[in-house]
């Protein structure tokens, strides 16, 4: 697929109206639906690890770089949570149930630079996406490996992916690799080619330019659990 014009195509998609509940209505951002699927959307094939070999770089920005195994991940304290999750194609997936690492406690076996402001997570396939630093101290960002008390399964991101719930969900990378500290701001993959380099989704941050909305259907056409 060319995905420098995926965002072209979707945006001047026409849109219609989410249908939302009247008591969930504070819980859903604008243009959104709700769903009991979980919806799987990629770019590339799934990846396949050897855990005996799988590591996590954390590198830039730092006193000296790290690298954990993901053992050394699993012996952290284990965070379970409930968040709503909303994705850019217009689905919202309301309480569901995370466990994983919290990224804060994943910083303390670091010591991050006072100039580093914001981070680029790195995953496989070649995926990269940005946030500002500040986003991820929030204590509900999450190094997930497990989702409705179960191991993650390697469609959704096994064997880690990021929880970032409060931004669109292609900030919630699958597969993350490696965990870059910067001095400056850089776009990511989706945030190169025409996605918002935000993604609030209750500010509809969906595109870098006019926003002209996505069909409600978008998603209904990918597989899900």
Known sequence: MNTSKKAERLKKAPSLKANVAPELAHRVPPGQT?????????????????????????????????????????????????????????WSKLDTEWEGVRFTDLMKLVQVNPEAKYVMIHADQDYETNLPLEDLLHDNILLAHSFDGEQLTAKHGWPLRLLVPHLYFWKSAKWIRGIEFMKEDRPGFWERNGFHNYADPFREQRFSGEDLGLPEDEWHHKDFD
């Not at 959307?41 to 050897?50: A, I, M, Q, S, T």
């Not at 952290?76 to 999750?85: A, E, G, S, V």
């Open 34 to 90: 709700t769903t009991d699927r979980f919806p799987i959307l990629h770019e590339g094939e799934v990846p396949e690890y050897d855990m005996s070999t799988w590591t996590l770089r954390v590198f830039g920005e730092v006193e000296e770089e790290k690298v954990f195994t993901y053992e050394q991940l699993m012996a952290l304290p284990q965070i379970k949570q409930m968040n709503d999750i909303h994705c850019v194609t217009r």
